[in-house]
């Protein structure tokens, strides 16, 4: 059954027993049937604990598959791999045997055609009631829900998310402004792919957005907020704090391609726009806050353009730096140049400053910079080169994370420590260069750098993260400079690549902490060992 939403809460069961879930298959125990003349009190629609169950009088299902079960009475029996599942309906609770083990958890009957869309007070009736509606290509189903709480984030079993994300081929308008709850927490709406618009109650006193209340909601053209909320508001379905001076969300594929930030803006939340349309933003003269990764996900983004008058901000070229252009904010993403250089005033890179922008091969960092930001070059997957000047002391975590087209790099002297994931799945990268400067590497700094064939790691590296050359398929030789003192404790798990898969271990970590210095070859037969050379 394709759906783990529909083999029911047996599904979660078999996990909980050690079952292979890649493996289950449900079959019957004998030929499906009634067991007799008596009424069959599993025929109909079971919900609860997240799961929705479908009973005819011989198979249980998804709509989509089924499988068979053998009743006797009030029991049903399933059999997987040698193990008894027996399920037992006593009124509306519905208790699950597993090879002796009982889990208990209570499934509430219910009539779908009875749901009324336009006033559903709960998160089970709302699973149910969409569960049994046809795919949508075009219309939008529009929802009225009264709850008093959203179930946690997106991936959780039973919550306001779960549901929408697990029918993401039905597009949602959903109305909560009936619901009484306080707080949309960190990832409620996360990934819910047909959300179209969303109305937040006037109860509502939080909302999570740092970590993406609304993230990669890709249908979302409007949130709109009740009036009488007394913490939050919208305008034009773009979603502000009640005062309009703080600018929470634009939603990812609102109409039209240019925006105007209103005056009445002195901050731009973190990750507030992830618009798919828009390809001009203008920040007026009001705005002195913009939080991290504010327009890492406008995919479409060309230029951001600011007032003269702004104190805190300036633009040029389209490109978004602070006012006295020290720090470069960011670099709009679909900017059509592929080369570019750095102005020399700037002195620091911020986070996710070139997040994704697909275009550039070539950028110049001159030297009067000091430090990269986490996720700087994040996804740049056409850049092929890179000079970063001796003036760097600091390369961020994610800086060249996915950058699939580089294929050296050389750090500078002044670098101190390459951070988690700096250059992971750069896959082109052949070569690079760790100075002596370098105290720390850290984990998975050059994860499934496949091209990688060797690599030297200086006497000044006291501590290699986990699995920071994990993946590193070609890499066959690593050299530990003379005076190379590196403890266990600081050689992280699974650091370097083992077997033909590149998949890490510790063989070298193991060889390492008795040999110390040293060059040491991966063994070409089965690639398991790590040798030291003579």
Not at 89 to 102: H, L, Q, R
Request: glycine letters at 10%; one cysteine or more.
């Amino acid at each position: 059954m394709k759906n783990k939403v529909k083999v029911l809460g047996f599904i979660a069961l078999a996990a909980i027993i050690g079952f292979s879930m890649t493996a289950l298959s449900l079959t019957g125990c004998g030929d499906g049937g009634g067991g007799g003349s008596d009424s069959n009190p599993f025929i109909g629609t079971w919900v609860g604990s997240g799961y929705i169950l479908t009973f005819t009088d011989s198979t249980l299902g998804d709509g989509s598959s089924s499988v068979p079960y053998k009743r006797n009475g009030n029991t049903a029996t399933f059999e997987q791999d040698g193990h008894v599942l027996t399920a037992t309906v006593s009124g509306n609770t519905m208790t699950v045997t597993v090879d002796g083990n009982v889990y208990q958890f209570t499934l509430t009957k219910v009539d779908p055609t009875l749901i009324d869309p336009s006033n559903i007070t709960s998160i089970a009736d709302l699973a149910v009631w969409l569960a049994f509606q046809p795919k949508n290509n075009t219309a939008v189903y529009t929802v009225k829900l009264n709850v008093s709480d959203l179930g946690g984030a997106s991936d959780a079993n039973g919550s306001v998310g779960k549901t929408l994300r697990d029918n993401n081929t039905k597009y949602v308008s959903l109305d909560l402004s009936g619901s009484t709850f306080t707080s949309i927490g960190n990832q409620a709406f996360d990934r819910c792919t047909s959300l179209t618009s969303v109305t937040i109650p006037n109860s509502v006193t939080s909302i999570g957005i740092g970590s993406g209340a609304f993230f990669n909601c890709f249908s979302l053209t409007a949130i709109n907020v009740d009036t009488a909320n007394t913490a939050y508001s919208s305008q034009e379905g773009v979603l502000y704090n009640k005062a309009k001076t703080t600018l929470v969300v634009y939603p990812a594929v609102k109409t039209g391609n240019t925006f105007t930030i209103p005056d009445s803006v002195t901050s731009i939340e973190n990750g507030a726009f992830s618009s798919i349309n828009l390809t001009s933003v203008t920040i007026g003269n009001s705005v002195t806050s913009i939080g991290s990764g504010a327009f890492s996900y406008c995919f479409s983004l060309t230029a951001i353009n600011v007032d003269t008058a702004n104190t805190a901000y300036s633009s040029q070229d389209g490109i978004l730096y602070n006012k006295a252009k020290t720090t470069l904010v960011v670099y709009p993403a679909r900017k059509t140049d592929t080369t570019f250089t750095i102005p020399d005033s700037v002195t620091s890179i911020g986070i996710s400053a070139f997040f994704n922008c697909a275009n550039l091969a070539s950028i110049t960092i001159p030297n009067s910079v000091t430090s990269i930001g986490n996720q700087a070059f994040d996804n740049c997957t056409s850049l092929t080169s890179i000079t970063i000047p001796n003036s760097v002391t600091s390369i961020g975590n994610q800086a060249f994370q996915s950058c699939t087209s580089l294929t050296n790099v050389t750090i500078p002297n002044g670098v101190t420590s390459i951070g988690d994931n700096a250059f992971y799945r750069c896959t082109s990268l052949t070569s690079v260069t760790i100075p002596n400067s370098v105290t720390s590497i850290g984990r998975t700094a050059f994860f499934f750098n496949s091209s990688l064939t060797s690599v030297t790691i200086p006497n000044s590296v006291t501590s290699i993260g986990n699995q920071a050359f994990h993946g590193c398929t070609g890499l066959t030789d690593v050299t530990f400079a003379s005076g190379s003192n590196i403890t266990d404790a600081d050689f992280g798990d699974r650091a370097f690549p083992e077997r033909s898969n590149g998949y890490g271990g510790n063989t070298l970590k193991t060889a390492y902490s008795t040999g110390k210095a040293g060059t040491y070859t991966r063994g070409e037969a089965d690639g398991d060992t790590w040798t030291k050379q003579p």
